[in-house]
């Protein structure tokens, strides 16, 4: 039962920086194009792709199975925006933003897997290390 509690405290926390995280990027860049979800899409592919590699049974940090599932499933889980990007991709293809609506498509789908890729990538490169 404590890992549900650690997931959904990791997913809270996820969730604040989330909305935070993407109204930053939003007002900085501009709101007619969902620029804050595909921002937070790609760095939290990034994080969990990062984790991933790093706690792996052969990576660099042993951390518990709940602290694990804290990480990926509730923080990144939480930042994550999946839903906010459907709905939002929805919304432009509805109003007729065909190009718009096809690039937040191509664009997280394609950015989001080279993030994990990247991030398994540096991950396995800290494993990788030899420490003095």
Do not use: H, K
């Amino acid at each position: 039962m404590a890992v549900y509690f650690w997931i959904a405290i990791g997913s809270a926390f996820g969730g604040v920086a989330r909305f935070w995280c993407s109204g930053v990027v939003a007002r900085t860049i501009g709101e007619t194009f969902p620029w804050g979800t595909l921002f937070v899409n790609v760095l939290g592919s990034f994080v969990i792709g990062l984790i991933a590699a790093l706690t792996a049974p052969d990576g660099r940090i042993f951390i518990s199975s709940t602290a694990r599932l804290a990480l990926m499933a509730g923080i990144c889980g939480g930042y994550t925006t999946f839903s906010s990007f459907s709905l939002q991709t929805m919304s432009l293809l509805n109003d007729g933003e065909w190009l718009y609506g096809g690039a937040n498509i191509v664009g997280s789908v394609t950015l989001c897997l080279l993030a994990v890729w990247a991030g398994q990538i540096v991950g396995a490169s800290f494993n990788a290390m030899r420490w003095i």
